[in-house]
């Protein structure tokens, strides 16, 4: 049985992790912070971990990817996309109207609590409904609906997924209060072993590589861009992120669809080394974009 770590119980995480694995046995290690999950595969604990990386809103989650790059090295595994369906989540008793008791007041709502991605994902619903409430972030969404239910009579409120309104007690006050429909979140899998999975899932090679540029090299990016190119390997993600070293110096993050051993990618990246370019690979594996 294969143990996986991931955020609290109840999570987006969680029920995307479900969704991955279907009625494969696993055991989950629940863990309270990000920090956490990717510490618990670096010593041991679990063979896997489940890392949330990019929103369709709020775009890459910049320290799960940092975390990723410099403080562990292990390797993603496998990549789905999973929808971010946020709810509005609390005691459906405190916010009855006292006019009508078959409706809800969202004025009665003093704060709302929730990670501050999913926080995000809904701004335009809080403002709406809610622009008295406070707004505080959490480390996960499922923390947000523990705190509420751990604090009855505040008339707190929290966003966060039916699942962890079910595990925690509590009522969905408002559905899918997300401010886009097409809310879609970007998992990776890490860990040391590959994983196999349902062979009759449809899937997309993929390679995530790091390059870091030599300095004082200028056309450097565009010479790395072009050993790609002409090789009509396709980049579906390119993103800089600072290298921590000093500033100004940049590291770029690229997705390739292909294997790592396509011979083209072997050949591409011999290139780019070549111009004297660092390349670190993060993972080749296989990327259910469609398994949502």
């Not at 995000?120 to 619903?125: G, T, V, Y």
């Not at 751990?150 to 966003?159: K, M, S």
Request: proline share 5%; with cysteine.
């Amino acid at each position: 049985m294969k143990v996986i770590a991931l955020l609290p119980e109840g999570s987006v995480s969680h029920e995307a992790v479900l969704h991955l694995f279907g009625d494969e046995p696993i055991q989950l290690l629940h863990c309270k912070q990000i920090s956490d999950v990717f510490q618990a595969t670096a010593s041991g604990a679990s063979q896997y971990s489940v890392i949330p990386i990019e929103n369709t809103i709020e775009g890459s989650v910049s320290l799960h990817m940092d975390w990723l790059v410099h403080e562990v090295d292990i390797p993603m595994q496998v990549e789905w996309v999973y929808p971010s369906i946020q709810n509005l989540i609390g005691d459906r008793e405190e916010f009855r109207s006292d006019s009508d008791r078959g409706l809800l007041d969202y004025s009665k709502v003093t704060k709302v609590l929730s990670h501050p991605v999913a926080m995000a994902q809904c701004m335009q619903f809080l403002k709406t409904h809610m622009p008295q409430a406070e707004l505080e972030h959490v480390a996960s969404t499922s923390e947000a609906v523990k705190l509420v239910k751990e604090r009855p009579g505040e008339r707190w409120a929290a966003l966060g997924t039916a699942l962890g309104a079910k595990t925690h007690g509590l009522d969905i006050l408002a559905n899918q209060v997300t401010d886009h429909d097409n809310n879609y979140t970007r998992f990776v899998l890490i860990g040391q072993e590959p994983l196999q999975l349902n062979p009759n899932d449809s899937a997309q090679d993929k390679t995530s590589v790091l390059v870091t540029l030599p300095e004082d090299f200028p056309g450097a990016l565009h010479q790395v861009l072009s050993a790609f190119a002409w090789r009509k390997l396709n980049l579906s993600r390119i993103e800089s992120r600072p290298t921590k070293k000093r500033l100004g110096s940049y590291y770029f993050y690229m997705d390739v669809l292909s294997s790592l051993e396509s011979v083209l990618l072997q050949s591409a990246i011999g290139e780019i080394e070549a111009l004297g370019c660092q390349v670190r690979i993060l993972g080749s594996y296989p990327s259910y974009s469609n398994k949502n």
